[in-house]
């Protein structure tokens, strides 16, 4: 065997190691399943083993499923795909069920042989729901140690029994942050659920797990479930208390997912269904729903964006060959909000960073900044102290543009201006070496035009980031039609370094994100100025799955940017600029001075403290609702269409040259709604004939801004999908 070895010693204790041949981290492959399942058999069979320890040969006990598994089973079922993932789900079952009942006699729960399992690091989605169907759990106690079930993230609910274990373990309420959020606890946290029986000292994880396995008694090794009398910890449905928990976890779903995630629906629904009925049948209904989120196309289009393909970005699928650029010195010139937060992403990384500003105190406030990201991090103990100094000391804040020197990279988030990034570029260049690399922050302003500051456009790129930059994931890099393939590396080289997810667009303006973004914010702004219900407007996305509405994004990035942008893209537009509505409610809540979230009054009303309280209720003064209100679904294909749209002429024009990378970009980069995988699986889920349909319609009704572009209709006309079409080869 290569993937589990067993091996027993002197005291009869098999130990199962799992070690997957060339990988750093264990996934549960189909020859994984075959030879997990040979050990055990093996183990439980021979008279010579007592006991069996299960643990892991690399740093981590597993990271999950290998996603390919269900793609298998689902092709081999041919035209009943369904069936194959039912059973090969039902499959796993029986193997799991085998390892907890460990041999022992169905009636007297005597007999059967203590497993105990022993996770050195991490262990994600199957290497958990493994860990529930042993006897005794242990975790090394070290700061990288975790253990949770993230499978909702990519649009999945635990389906190899760890939902229905979990619940039965330690009730709904405590599994709900596990299984609905997909949290990944610490060893403290992981302990105080009730995840993991025991933390250990990471030498003597092992022996600890060995020890127990010599002492187990029969009785250890009953589960709850499997015991006489067993009631589910807070209550089954029809349990006084049970009752409440299940209406409250109904109606916290959804609220936090609206009803348009299908894996929460189907966990709830597994999760109620199943504490109704014996443990077993309890597995075969949560099979039945792992079967149809499996079988949803929103599942699907999740785990392709989501997982898949934001793991290919993340390895490099887009970088044009080049030795490594790795950063080993970045200059930060502005160290404002985005400075400030690009400096600390990237030492954080354990890159040196050089960060500069007008005078000495705008630097020390660039630096303060991750003074007190850290802070926050050590007091919620993602952060010893230590590695607090250490982060700190990478950062040296200077009004000093000679500090530069000897950086390959620096990134310029001066003031929107083109003067002022003229000037502080050229400033930079004074210092830094001839070979390298110069970026721009900027988020509105084209590459190519500020690239006449620099030395030599083809070292001169766009790295955009969204705030905040501690907390958003995606990087949008811009390629000027002069940037050079080394600039390219070297920005995603640098993603890399500090773990963000990269795309890579051509120079246009707005580049990708916020060309799609714009147009959606005004869309909801435009429609407030028609008379459309402020509520309805805010509503309607939030029922698509935006994290945020229209209105509350524009309180939220501030409401003086938005009439800046619309000043500068129509000084920058002439004619050709579309007037809007939008313009004018813009201009009037920047007149009276409610300039959003920062200034405690925008669309929204806040509180002293900056808490929103709710729409502003004289909006409905301002711009009062017309009587006849649109339908639901007409504000919803307003709000998803218009930004759509504008991903596909980005596509279109070139500004995209991989549909992955609109997909991957448009959920990381402004949520677009993320059960739908992105706005080309969208497209791809809805079918180009039913898009260009409505977006007629749409035309007809509110102008050419709905006009589907030329190669929607023709997809539409010859039948295709954005996948079908432009899925890159090696990604088929
Ligand atoms: P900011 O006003 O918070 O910071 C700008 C900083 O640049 C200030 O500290 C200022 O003192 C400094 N500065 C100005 N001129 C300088 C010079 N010549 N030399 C050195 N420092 C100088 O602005 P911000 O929000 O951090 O935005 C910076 C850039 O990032 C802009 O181009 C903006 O468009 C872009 N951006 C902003 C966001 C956002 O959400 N705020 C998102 C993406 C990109």
Redesign the pocket.
């Known amino acids: 065997m290569t993937i589990f070895a067993s091996e027993t010693d002197a005291d009869g204790i098999a130990t199962i190691t799992w070690d997957l041949p060339d990988r750093s981290m264990n996934v549960l492959t189909e020859e994984g399943i075959a030879e997990l399942e040979a050990a055990f058999d093996a183990a439980l069979a021979d008279p010579a083993v007592r006991g069996i320890v299960l643990t892991s040969g690399k740093a981590d006990f597993a990271g999950g499923m290998d996603l390919g598994v269900l793609a298998k089973m689902k092709t081999r079922a041919g035209d009943d795909p369904a069936r194959g993932l039912f059973e090969g789900t039902m499959a796993m079952h029986r193997l799991l069920r085998r390892i907890e009942r460990a041999g022992m006699d169905p009636r007297t729960h005597k007999g059967g042989k203590p497993v105990a399992w022993a996770s050195p690091g991490i262990s994600a989605g199957i290497g958990t729901e493994i860990g529930l169907a042993c006897h005794r759990r242990f975790l090394a106690d070290d700061p990288r140690a975790g253990v949770g079930l993230p499978e909702i993230l990519v649009g999945l609910f635990p389906g190899a029994g760890g939902t229905t274990r979990l619940t039965r373990m330690i009730g709904v309420m405590a599994a709900a942050p596990v299984l609905l959020e997909g949290r990944m606890l610490d060893a403290q946290a992981a302990r105080s659920a009730g995840l993991i029986d025991e933390i250990v000292p990471a030498r003597d994880l092992i022996q600890n797990a060995k020890d127990w396995v010599l002492a187990a008694q029969p009785a250890d090794l009953v589960k709850p479930w499997d015991a006489k009398g067993y009631k589910m910890p807070g209550g089954a449905p029809y349990h006084p208390a049970g009752f409440m928990t299940f209406v409250g976890a109904a109606a916290m779903v959804h609220g936090r997912t609206q009803g348009v995630y299908p894996a929460a629906r189907a966990m709830l629904s597994a999760i109620y269904e199943g504490a109704l009925v014996p443990f077993d049948t309890a597995l075969t209904i949560e099979a039945r729903w792992f079967t149809s989120v499996l079988m949803n196309p929103s599942s699907e289009a999740m785990i392709r964006s989501l997982f898949l393909n934001k793991q290919a970005l993340e390895k490099g699928a887009l970088r044009p060959a080049a030795p490594d650029q790795k950063v080993a010195k970045l200059g930060v010139?502005?160290?404002?909000?985005?400075?400030a937060g690009i400096a600390y992403a990237a030492a954080r990384a354990g890159i040196e960073v050089v960060l500069?500003?007008?005078d000495q105190e705008?630097a020390d406030?660039?630096r303060a900044h991750a003074e007190g990201l850290l802070d926050e991090a050590v007091k919620r103990k993602k952060t010893t102290p230590e590695q607090r100094e250490a982060v700190l000391a990478r950062i040296a804040a200077t009004p000093d543009y000679a500090a530069l020197a000897g950086c390959d990279l620096a990134i310029e988030?001066?003031?929107?201006d083109p003067g002022?990034?003229a000037?502080?570029t050229a400033?930079a260049q004074e210092h830094l070496p001839e070979d390298a690399i110069f970026a721009?922050?900027?988020?509105?302003?084209p590459i190519g035009e500020l690239a006449r500051a620099g030395r030599d456009p083809a070292n001169f790129i766009g790295i955009?980031?969204?705030?905040p930059v501690h907390k958003m994931a995606l990087v949008e890099i811009i390629r000027g039609a002069a940037t050079s393939d080394r600039a390219v590396a070297k920005a995603l080289d640098f993603v890399r370094q500090i773990r963000k997810t990269p795309i890579v667009v051509n120079d246009a303006r707005f580049f990708y994100a916020n060309r799609c973004i714009i147009p959606y914010i005004n869309e909801g702004v435009r429609m407030l100025a028609e008379g459309v219900e402020p509520a309805l407007i805010e509503n309607a996305a939030r029922q698509l799955g935006f994290p945020l509405g229209p209105l509350q994004l524009v309180d939220e990035?501030s409401i003086d940017l938005g009439v800046k942008i619309a000043k500068a893209t129509r000084a920058a537009m002439g004619d050709a600029y579309p007037e809007s509505p939008a313009d004018g409610v813009l201009f009037k809540l920047a007149e009276l001075g409610r300039l959003g979230r920062k200034a405690g009054a925008g669309f929204y009303a806040y509180d002293e403290k900056g808490k929103r309280e709710g729409l502003w209720p004289e909006l409905r003064d301002l711009w009062p609702p017309r009587p006849d209100q649109p339908a639901l679904t007409e504000v919803q294909h307003r709000l998803a269409m218009i930004q759509t749209l504008e991903a596909v002429r980005a596509l279109e024009q070139g500004v995209l040259t991989d549909i992955r990378e609109g997909d991957v970009g448009a959920i990381l980069g402004w949520g677009f709604m993320p059960w739908s995988g992105g706005p080309f699986s969208w497209l791809d889920m809805l079918g180009a004939a039913r898009a260009v349909e409505i977006c007629d319609g749409l035309a007809a009704a509110e102008g050419p801004r709905f006009e589907p572009p030329a190669l929607l209709r023709e997809m539409a006309a010859g039948g295709e999908t954005f996948y079908g079409r432009f899925q890159p080869a090696e990604a088929a």
């Open positions: 010139i502005g160290a404002g909000m985005m400075g500069v500003d007008r705008a406030r660039g988030a001066v003031f929107e002022v990034k000037e502080a400033r721009t922050n900027t988020s509105t302003l955009h980031f969204f705030s990035t």
